[in-house]
């Protein structure tokens, strides 16, 4: 079947060095893609988004890369800080016939030590 | 309002017991989607929206599982016989459009079947 999924189900990092979050999609027709950032007790937050047509963009402190070829995307974060220990989903924004839903990976763990 | 709320925050369900757990989204949002999160889970998609016509409901696990946005704004979930595998977090979402690409969640409702 298809679906968006994580390498990696937890990460911890230093605080200051840069984190690296990866994902795995299978929809190759999929033309949309979305990092969340989800707290404790919180709903997902929007941080970054991607088209199929770029294979880079760049945020605050954040990069989202995506290689088509290998049907991959990676969430950079740079110099990572105790406020960004969170999980961490990429989504499939897929196309319906009458718009889109977000297909979801399992998330990824973010933990920054002091 | 300034953000998507949802409520109640949390929700403890005697097993068989109905529930109804209320969205409401941004003002003038057309999408609303409801996820169900179980725990260390990605959200799972449920039931999708578009203003009062549910265009998909191919995510709801049974029919004891019923929502409703019969104006086009707040939007009810509804469980009956609640069961113990119904425990997750259940999230809504909007977005300004159809096929908007930019969803915003709400903190979700923690329902705990006992």
């Known amino acids: 079947g298809e679906s968006v999924g994580l390498h990696l189900p937890t990460l911890s990092v230093q605080e200051g060095d840069n984190s690296i979050i990866n994902c795995a999609y299978s929809?190759?027709?999929?033309?949309?893609f979305i990092w969340y950032k989800q707290e404790s007790g919180k709903g997902p937050q929007f941080i970054i988004d991607?088209?199929?047509?770029?294979d880079k963009r760049q945020g605050q402190r954040v990069t989202v890369l995506l290689n088509k070829t290998v049907k991959h995307l990676s969430l950079q974060i740079a110099a990572t800080q105790p406020g960004d220990s969170a999980v961490y989903f990429c989504?499939?924004?897929?196309?319906?016939?009458?718009?889109?839903?977000?297909?979801f990976g399992a998330g990824t763990i973010l933990r920054v030590k002091s | 309002g300034a953000g998507v709320s949802q409520s109640p925050r949390y929700k403890v369900a005697k097993r068989g017991q109905d529930v109804a757990l209320r969205c409401d989204p941004i003002?003038?949002?057309?999408?609303l989607f409801w996820y169900q999160q179980a725990l260390g889970q990605g959200p799972e998609f449920l039931t999708y929206?578009?203003?009062?016509?549910?265009?998909?409901k191919s995510g709801l696990p049974s029919d004891r599982f019923f929502a409703e946005r019969p104006e086009g704004s707040v939007s009810t979930l509804k469980i009956q016989r609640t069961q113990q595998e119904d425990s997750a977090v259940y999230l809504c979402?909007?977005?300004?459009?159809?096929?908007?690409?930019?969803?915003?969640f709400g903190q979700g409702t923690r329902l705990t079947v006992v």
């Open positions: 003002s003038g949002h057309v999408s």
């Open positions: 979402a909007s977005s300004r459009q159809q096929g908007n690409t930019e969803a915003f």
């Open positions: 929206f578009q203003n009062e016509a549910q265009l998909d």
């Open positions: 989504a499939e924004n897929r196309r319906m016939g009458y718009g889109n839903k977000l297909v």
């Open positions: 929809n190759s027709a999929s033309d949309y």
């Open positions: 991607i088209r199929s047509n770029m």
